[in-house]
């Protein structure tokens, strides 16, 4: 799933590989599912697209944003982008290719959910949209402590830790799975109460946010993901379930997973006490 290593890391992909590239042919729903989600008609994308060069890309939040002049093409969580160059073999199931003048293509693969968003600049009022480009990313100027700080003042201190950074869009892109490490590094249980923390937990949680995302990011992602080019992640993951009942990095004890907040949190019940 995109969170915020793998947005920025497909950005710069992105970026390095199709930037300045006039899309030559479009093709939608090449493969039927029932959770591809679109704007308006799929089948005028083309139409919209055909003839456009490729301009900036970004990685917002949990979404990916290419700019084709006049139009923005957003791939959200849940939709694998990949690569393919010139007289590669393209998969035979995929939701979206988008094909330029050099005959490399994109493709857009749905697994569970997904979505592939066209629209103009502007002239998108999706909410998760709307806050992702708002919102400081971790790693921003605007991300700082006193920020992080006015993050709490919002909310009850019966909230749990993993409930405050990874719902209702506070932190936009950071999700389960990034969350997993980020915990562990700052020694805090993902069912632990937010009220329950001293300020030197919360700046120790802040600097485990920053530090952590920056990692992963450095390391092209995390290797329970795939990049542009279909290859894991440099970053290992210390909690996934990749690790599960291996030990902690830290203190050797068998790293466990419990079902909370509708997903699996892995944690180390001697490093993160709830």
């Known amino acids: 799933m995109i969170e915020i290593p793998e947005s920025l890391t497909l950005a710069k992909q992105l970026t390095d590989t199709v930037k300045g590239k006039k ?3 479009v093709e939608t729903g090449h493969t039927k599912h029932s959770f591809a ?11 919209k697209l055909q003839g456009k060069t490729v301009g900036e890309i970004h990685g917002i939040g949990s979404m990916v ?23 590669e073999k393209l998969p035979e199931r995929y939701q979206m290719r988008i094909t330029f003048e050099d005959e ?22 999706n909410f998760y949209y709307l806050v992702a480009k708002e919102k400081p990313m971790p790693g921003t100027e605007g991300f700082d402590y006193p920020y992080f700080q006015s993050l709490r003042e ?7 830790a ?36 001293r300020e030197v937990d919360w700046k120790r949680l802040y600097t485990a946010v920053s530090n952590v995302l920056r990692e992963m990011t450095e390391k092209g992602g995390r290797d329970t993901e795939k ?27 068998p790293i466990q997973k ?3 907040l509708g997903g699996t949190v892995y944690f180390c019940s001697q490093c993160q006490r709830a």
């Open 37 to 47: 989600w679109y704007t308006d008609d799929p089948q005028e994308y083309a139409g």
């Open 162 to 197: 993993k409930a405050m950074l990874a719902t209702e869009q506070r932190i936009p892109g950071l999700g389960n799975g990034v969350l997993q490490d980020i915990l562990l590094e700052a020694g805090i249980h993902p069912k632990q109460k937010i009220g329950s923390l």
């Open 23 to 25: 899309i030559a042919e």
């Open 65 to 87: 944003e290419m700019e084709a002049e006049d139009y923005r093409f957003t791939v959200g969580d849940g939709t694998n982008i990949r690569y393919f160059e010139k007289g």
């Open 258 to 260: 419990t079902a909370y």
């Open 104 to 125: 490399s293509s994109l493709i857009c693969t749905v697994q569970m959910y997904g979505s592939m968003f066209l629209f103009r600049s502007g002239e998108y009022d």
């Open 154 to 160: 919002e909310l009850s201190g019966k909230l749990s």
């Open 227 to 253: 990049n542009l080019f279909g290859q894991a992640g440099g970053y290992r993951t210390k909690l996934s379930k990749k690790t599960l009942g291996g030990p902690c990095p830290y203190c050797g004890n």
